[in-house]
Nanobody, 120 residues
Framework: QVRLVESGGGLVQAGGPLRLSCAAS????????RAWFRQAPGKEREFVAA????????YYGDSVKGRFTISKDNAKNTVYLQMNSLKPEDTAVYFC?????????????WGQGTQVTVSS
């Protein structure tokens, strides 16, 4: 099993930055694909960013391209989501996900989520 723990969420003003972290522990060997999703109240879960198996990626959802950056620190088994130029519509619970490959945006392991609120 792989355990994912997100951190870094909070309240930020529109236009500001925020960085989320997702630390992985447990049987992480070979589980190299990492991704971020988000879900706003009353909306479906939305793909945000992914850094997949064997260097494939990164990939970004259309609504965050040019503003968000996904990165990994393999030594710390941690993935980050740097969010810049935040907008009120970025308000959501952000989830970290992991999988061996992440193909088709299918991920096996999920974190508990961290709330991001962007005020206007």
């Amino acid at each position: 099993q792989v355990r994912l723990v997100e951190s870094g969420g909070g309240l930020v003003q529109a236009g500001g930055p925020l960085r989320l972290s997702c630390a992985a522990s447990g049987r992480t060997f070979g589980v190299d694909a990492r991704a971020w999703f988000r879900q706003a109240p009353g909306k479906e879960r939305e793909f945000v960013a992914a850094d997949r198996y064997s260097g494939l990626g990164p990939y970004y959802g259309d609504s965050v391209k040019g503003r968000f950056t996904i990165s990994k620190d393999n030594a710390k088994n941690t993935v980050y989501l740097q969010m810049n130029s935040l907008k009120p519509e970025d308000t959501a619970v952000y989830f970290c996900a992991a999988d061996r490959y992440g193909f088709g945006n299918q991920y096996t392991y999920w974190g508990q989520g961290t709330q991001v609120t962007v005020s206007s």
